[in-house]
């Protein structure tokens, strides 16, 4: 069945870096689009990056661009992302999914399949 495992959180500096990882199983992740999710508490889950199957576009939210950075790897069947200049206000579960085509959408209920989530925290 399809499987999502988010992977690479943790505590970080204001500044820093993290990778997260999404590894997918039972479906061939360069076959959908993948997202990658954010819910800190007390607000309400927002989509952070997105990867497109059709022609590898990737997009950004505007409070995240120039400095997160989505990827794939094939021979891994796995999604990335860069996280680089951490700030508190990133701090949240970030969670990857899948979405049951290859265009990237931001409503969350366009997306089908969803991973745990993983814990990032930014503080000094």
């Known amino acids: 069945q399809v499987q999502l495992v988010e992977s690479g959180g943790g505590l970080v500096q204001p500044g820093g870096s993290l990778r997260l990882s999404c590894a997918a199983s039972?479906?061939?992740?360069?076959?959908?689009?993948i997202g990658w999710f954010r819910q800190a508490p007390g607000k309400e889950r927002e989509r952070v990056s997105c990867?497109?199957?059709?022609?590898?576009?990737?997009y950004y939210a505007d409070s995240v661009k120039g400095r997160f950075t989505i990827s794939r790897d094939s021979a891994k069947n796995t999604v990335y992302l860069q996280m680089n200049g951490l700030k508190p206000e990133d701090t949240a579960v970030y969670y990857c999914?899948?979405?049951?085509?290859?265009?990237?959408?931001?409503?969350?209920?366009?997306?089908?399949?969803w991973g745990q989530g993983t814990q990032v925290t930014v503080s000094s």
């Open positions: 999914a899948q979405r049951s085509g290859y265009m990237c959408y931001e409503s969350l209920s366009e997306y089908d399949a």
């Open positions: 990867i497109s199957s059709y022609d590898g576009g990737t």
């Open positions: 039972g479906f061939t992740s360069d076959d959908y689009a």
